[in-house]
């Protein structure tokens, strides 16, 4: 399922109407005790909540360029190397001095020496 679709996003639009609506015209039907009504109106609140929060998440999601593509994409691993992807060969030349070491920043890259002598005087 692709999250960046504009049918899920007015379907979401949608649903968070309806339930928002149904809770407004529920709320004064609801039967029981007390304590039992509270809980059933806490819970239409909730999932009024829930819907509204869920379409705006999908729309920002949109809005934003798709930062989750796929229902996939949410559930995957971050830390995973991705499959999908151009892989380098050598993995240290993604770091332009040296491989970071543990707990450590890599340091600044040196100036050229061109570069050094105008900025020296």
Same mark, same amino acid.
């Given at each position: 399922?692709?999250?960046?679709s504009? @049918?899920?996003?007015? @379907? @979401?639009?949608? &649903? /968070?109407?309806? &339930?928002?609506? =149904? =809770? ?5 039907? &609801? ?6 009504? =509270?809980?059933s ?9 829930? =819907? @509204?929060?869920?379409?705006v998440? #999908?729309?920002?999601n #949109?809005a934003?360029?798709?930062? #989750?593509?796929?229902?996939s ?6 830390? /995973? #190397?991705?499959?999908?992807? /151009? ?5 240290? /030349?993604?770091?332009l &001095? ?5 707990g +450590?920043r890599p340091?600044p ?5 061109? +570069? ?6």
């Amino acid at each position: 399922m692709q999250l960046t679709s504009s @049918t899920l996003q007015f @379907t @979401t639009i949608g &649903v /968070a109407v309806l &339930v928002s609506c =149904a =809770a407004l015209l529920l709320w004064n039907r &609801v039967r029981g005790p007390g304590p039992v009504r =509270a809980l059933s109106r806490v819970g239409l609140l909730a999932g009024s909540y829930a =819907a @509204t929060a869920l379409a705006v998440l #999908i729309s920002v999601n #949109i809005a934003y360029g798709g930062l #989750i593509v796929s229902v996939s994409d949410l559930f995957s691993d971050p830390n /995973a #190397i991705p499959t999908h992807h /151009a892989r380098h060969r050598n993995p240290d /030349a993604l770091y332009l &001095v040296h491989p970071p070491v543990q707990g +450590c920043r890599p340091g600044p890259v040196p100036l050229p020496p061109m +570069c050094q002598q105008l900025t020296d005087g």
